[in-house]
């Protein structure tokens, strides 16, 4: 009996994989990724990210030189990892290429943008190439967390991260078409579902971004939102917005997170980046 339960405690990775998903553009995946990293790192957490976007933007945040990821990105990392690409393989192990700090990052570089072209061939499963990666190279031991910025698509990558995911977070802005993306989205986790492989991950929050308080039709808007969340998954888990604040235009602008900021100004959006990290932590701990 005793001797069962260590064994279980050995392979359950206590990781978990957190996913910013929306296949909608601008919507905020990538700052609410790197400054909710932050707050959980504040709090002693190690945390992974792995820029999923060849757009690199997260990469860029970290202050990686995206011309000369080339070999050392998140796209050689997943080519290495399947044996069917062995004339694509470079040497490159997983720790040649994260960057270590408060926050570890595994960059991408513009060549990620040929993932769905180049896995095209394989006979393995294509949608669990970045779960397996993970899996091999025990990553979910060394972090309690990883997060995955991805891009604004519902492409192979995306598929990817969603197979790979324990609970994902969903920023919106709270828009005339936001409903009709998110429906699709929520369609498409469905979808993946459907496919019998894995457990596709719950949803921990959404997070209404860049919104202007100002503007009446976006209070209905949002409040609209809101409904049509509950009414489709049973609860809204919608949480406070995020206003348009010239404050994280400013720290992006730097390459810093809102931690690296004491002034007053930056205080709420402290408190409101702890509460994302605060959800995943209780998530976690249930
Ligand atoms: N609450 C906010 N207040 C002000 N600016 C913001 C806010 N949230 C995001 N931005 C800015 O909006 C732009 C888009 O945000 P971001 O890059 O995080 O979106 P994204 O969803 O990752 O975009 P993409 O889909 O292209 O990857 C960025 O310039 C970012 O600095
Ligand atoms: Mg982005």
């Known amino acids: 009996m005793f001797f ?22 601008g919507v905020g995946k990538t700052t609410m990724c790197f400054n909710s990293a932050h707050a959980l790192a504040q709090k002693g957490k190690r ?42 393989h470079s040497v490159c192990l997983v720790d040649d290429v994260i960057v270590e700090g408060e ?6 570089g513009q060549e990620l943008s040929g993932f769905e072209l180049t896995m095209a061939a394989i006979s393995s499963p294509r949608q669990l190439i970045l779960k397996k990666f993970l899996e091999k190279n025990d990553l979910l031991n060394r972090y309690d967390y990883i997060l995955l910025d991805c891009p604004p698509t ?4 995306v598929v990817n991260a969603i197979c790979a995911g324990h609970g994902v977070i969903v920023p919106f802005r709270p828009d005339d078409f ?10 498409m986790l469905e979808d993946v579902q ?28 949002l409040h609209e939102i809101k409904e049509m969340i509950g009414e489709r998954l049973g609860e809204d888990r919608v949480v406070n917005p995020f206003y348009n604040r010239a404050q994280l235009v400013k720290s992006q602008a730097s390459k810093k997170s809102v931690f690296d900021y004491s002034s007053k100004e930056y205080s709420h959006l402290h408190q409101q980046f702890h509460e994302i990290a605060d959800i995943i932590e209780t998530w976690n701990a249930n």
Not at 103 to 108: F, K, L, S
Not at 154 to 157: F, S
Not at 178 to 185: E, P, W
């Open 103 to 108: 926050v570890d990052i595994i960059p991408a």
């Open 154 to 157: 519902l492409g192979l990558l």
């Open 194 to 221: 459907d496919m019998g492989i894995v457990d596709v991950p719950e949803i921990l929050a959404h997070v209404p971004n860049l919104v202007d308080n100002r503007r009446k039709v976006e209070e209905q808007d």
């Open 4 to 25: 069962k339960k260590v064994t279980k405690n050995i392979e359950t990775p206590r990781g978990k994989v957190i996913p910013f998903l929306n296949q909608k553009g």
């Open 47 to 88: 945390v992974l990210c792995i820029d999923m976007d060849p757009q690199a933007n997260l990469s860029l945040l970290f202050g990686v030189d995206t011309s000369e990821t080339d070999q050392y990105s998140i796209h050689q990392l997943l080519v290495n990892s399947v044996r069917e690409l062995k004339s694509l």
């Open 178 to 187: 936001s409903k009709k993306g998110l429906n699709h989205f929520y369609d």
